[in-house]
């Protein structure tokens, strides 16, 4: 009797443990220096190949922790950036594969009803390993995929501390 009443004080104590352990969670996240770097990376990225941008970086929520509008830029990018950021950071994926999903399927149209959603490529998320971090969206390239081309090149500048 001795032993299955320890047997259950230990048993409860792990269930207890293990409860608690999952009450808390560990999370990476967006640093502001690191949005800068990445915001920065993509304007100069786009710049480069003559295009005048903005680009904004968010966290895993989707809040904005960076925007860099390079001279030029319409006023108009501002929004699409922050935008397609947000989409993909809440998305986990990239706005490009969005929009070929809403393309191909007729069930996944309303997405771009849900508030705040910009469903254009440009969107790409940001990765510590398969853990998304936040995203880098760009408006003002002409054309989506070219957005997302300048993202990529930004989040590659930066590719030694997303380890």
Known sequence: MKHAVKFAAIALSLIASA??????????????????????????????????????????????????????????????????????????????????NLQKNPGAATLVDIPGFLVLGGGVPVKVGNEVIGAVGVGGAPGGHLDEQCANAGIAKVAELLK
Not at 22 to 47: F, G, H, P, W, Y
Not at 69 to 87: E, I, L, S
């Open 19 to 100: 409860a608690s352990a999952q009450a808390v969670r560990t999370e990476k996240n967006m640093s502001l220096d690191l949005a800068n770097q990445i915001a920065a990376a993509t304007v100069a990225s786009c710049s480069a190949s003559g295009y005048n941008v903005t680009a904004a970086v968010v966290d895993r929520a989707g809040t904005l922790r960076a925007l860099q509008r390079a001279d030029n830029a319409g006023p108009h990018t501002v929004g699409a950036a922050q935008g397609k950021a947000y989409t993909s950071a809440s998305a986990r994926n990239t706005t490009t594969a969005m929009l070929e």
